[in-house]
């Protein structure tokens, strides 16, 4: 059973679902996580990236070229979606507001996307980069359908599904 992402007036169970995962260890670990390879990205592209792509052939620099849009298209995508989580949090947001689907993870095809033989012409750091920002894009774009979606077993109770999340991530929670 799929929940409507645009509800006017969220179900219980989609405001308990937020709002439990809003407050939990697992949301922090992931936003911390999230914002570091924001920032991690962002001085290696205006860094050493960016001298990097400068000494490489014109076919492999139009691929950094592209890549590093897909990257920084991504972890944008993932960023704002987390900040939504803590303005729900903070009381800054309402969970109707958040349910909406412009505040749904977006560019799903530039972001999925990959180009695993361009790899192979790309700095080594910026792949790892790339590797890292489709790990946490993904881990996102679950964790927004099991919470706003509702996608997952319907008979599950909310702490039930964040266990189940926490043991996939292998994160131990110190209490929600």
Do not use: H
């Not at 709002?19 to 592209?45: C, I, P, W």
């Not at 910026?126 to 993904?138: G, K």
């Amino acid at each position: 059973m799929t929940q409507n992402s645009e509800p006017n007036a969220p179900p219980e169970a989609l405001a308990e679902r937020v709002k439990s995962f809003a407050g939990s260890q697992m949301f922090r670990k992931t936003f911390q996580e999230g914002m570091a390879l924001v920032e991690e990205t962002a001085a290696y592209l205006d860094g050493p990236g960016r001298a990097q792509s400068q000494e490489l052939p014109r076919r492999a620099a139009l691929t950094y070229a592209g890549e590093s849009m897909r990257l920084t298209t991504r972890l944008m995508q993932v960023a704002s979606w987390l900040l939504v989580q803590r303005a729900i949090q903070e009381g800054e947001m309402t969970v109707a507001e958040a349910a909406k689907e412009k505040y749904r993870l977006g560019a799903r095809e530039i972001c999925r996307a990959t180009k695993p033989d361009a790899r192979e012409i790309l700095p080594e750091r910026l792949v790892q980069l790339l590797s890292r920002s489709e790990t946490l894009y993904e881990r996102v774009e679950r964790l927004d359908q099991v919470i706003y979606r509702g996608e997952g077993a319907p008979t599950e109770s909310v702490m039930s599904q964040l266990d189940r999340l926490r043991s996939a991530f292998n994160i131990e929670d110190e209490g929600t």
